[in-house]
């Protein structure tokens, strides 16, 4: 009998996510075949079988005081490596990498850094006007430069295309809208009263006063956020990670959100017209 090993933070929280949205068929370190190596995860969805190597990010070195040159890409990439060493024989599935920040101060998980991360550092060009041995002003655009683990920078060639997309993993705290609603209508109160807007700090001093005579019920969830890879030889399937607090990410002219869950669209509509 072989000993199962303890679950990764990362690896718990994954399972979280998969059973509050209701994903249920699902193996832990799966024997595929004859493949020696085991994906952290096999899912099946809408007739598929779908892989994940589930990741997590940690603190590599204490956190420096002051300003300080990161590179905000390496861990991602660095965890990309190991996703792709992993999936290397098993590609004729659809293969994600799930990834967690537990503490590394230096890595960004932003759509567009994670975009960045596979398609190498964000940067400019210019064109260059070889006759007047000068730069050309107003041909200024952004672009993709070296570093990318999805594209070869010298050729554009394609790269671990088994990889159909890069899933970040996160906990989101889900304000109360009740108690948000309650500081509104306060704050309305009392610029009735006063004929005057309040200041940003009075608000302020209304919300910690709230907080006496209204229970402030918030909650912390499991979410992804999905950033395609653009040149997947197998696209992460549609449909798939559609939580109420889910986002997806593809790139076509440019990086779009192509999804947004219901209630992840209500918490930004109310901070929006928030006071």
Known sequence: MVESKAKTVSESLFEEYLCSNGYRDWDYEPKIGNQPKRPDYLLRYGGVELLFEVKELREKSPRPHGAVHINPYRSLRSKIEEARVKFRRLKDHCCSLVVYNIDDWEARLDPDLVLAAMLGNFGFSMDFDASAGRLVPGTERNTFLDGGKMIRYKTGDPQNTTISAIVVLEGYRVPDFEFDNAVRQEILRRERSIQETLSG??????????????????????????????????????????GELDEHWQLSSCLERTFAGDLLQDIEQAEEGGP
């Open 201 to 242: 700090d009075e608000r302020l001093e209304v919300r910690f006063d709230m907080y006496s005579i209204h229970p402030l019920r918030t909650r912390e969830a499991p979410r992804v956020r999905v950033v395609e890879n653009p040149v997947a030889r197998i696209p992460f399937p549609e449909g798939l990670f559609h």
